[in-house]
């Protein structure tokens, strides 16, 4: 890698007893926009605060646009972002918080309007921060780090809170920045979030990095996955299914879509499940629908980061 945005090596972390990062190696290109996924807990909050200048490493080296990070807390050159949502002062609207910001930074108001256009604020700009929901705020922390025209964006969860629509107007504004030459972090606990964005992830669970590398590659990482398949005659199917060499018939799990369906749930690599297809067709089983239960990358982010989560570490919303 010629230039790279981000290079940490063996960064390790810890807050008491805890041990947030355990040896972690993270490589950002230049210009690219890079996902850090993992459950909740698994240290991605404390890696972006380190790239941010909020904490220093135990050890570890860290090179950001491509000078060593010392051991002060200082925002390093070009780097703006935020982690733990934004800060942002309640009683003032949308533009004073930008203007205030802009002139502590000393740089002028020049930006805010632009900025704010940039994120979708624009019609909001005159009203209050206290009134504004999560995903308002999450925009309003995306346009203030853009304040700063920065050469490394660091998100945490910037897509945390928001609907879908706004999910996909964050994700427009940072897919345009890194067209841009801009290089991005930014983290989620789903891998979903981040697959249609990013060109590589780092996957990190209980402070170790489980996968770093492009998401096609990802892909592959999932092993078997978990199909549902729809046909004409579901009892029929299953007593082929049970037959079929490399296919497990799986209980499916999910009250919903018991009742709703007679579908079954089979797990088979792709050869066993082609094998399926034509024992089904052959014996006159029309099938309807087969299709992944999970999304193949969720799937590989699940195998990967699942089973040796301590206790406790893994949300309960997370759990699907
Ligand atoms: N300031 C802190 N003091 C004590 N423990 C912390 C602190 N920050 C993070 N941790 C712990 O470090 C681990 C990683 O946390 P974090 O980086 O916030 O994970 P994530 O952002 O992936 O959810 C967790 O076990 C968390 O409880
Ligand atoms: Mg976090």
Redesign the pocket.
Known sequence: MENPAVRARGIVKS??D?V?LDGVDLDVVEGQVHGLV?P????????LGLLLGLAVPDSGTLQILGTPVGRTLACPDGVAGFVDGPGLYPTLTARQNLTALASLRGSGSDGVDVALEQVGLTDVAGDRVRGFSLGMRQRLGLAAALLTRPRLLVLDEPANGLDPAGTRHVHRVIAGLSAEGTSVVM?S?RMDDLAALCSEVTI?NT?RVVFSGPVTKLATESGDLDYRLLSSDAAFARRIASETPGVRVLADDDPLRRQATDALVVRAPVSALDDLVARLVGAGVAVRELAPVIAPLEAAFLALTEGDTEPG?NGEEDRR
């Open positions: 807050f008491g805890v947030a993992g909740n807990g698994a240290g991605k909050t404390t890696l983290s606990h990190v402070g570490a």
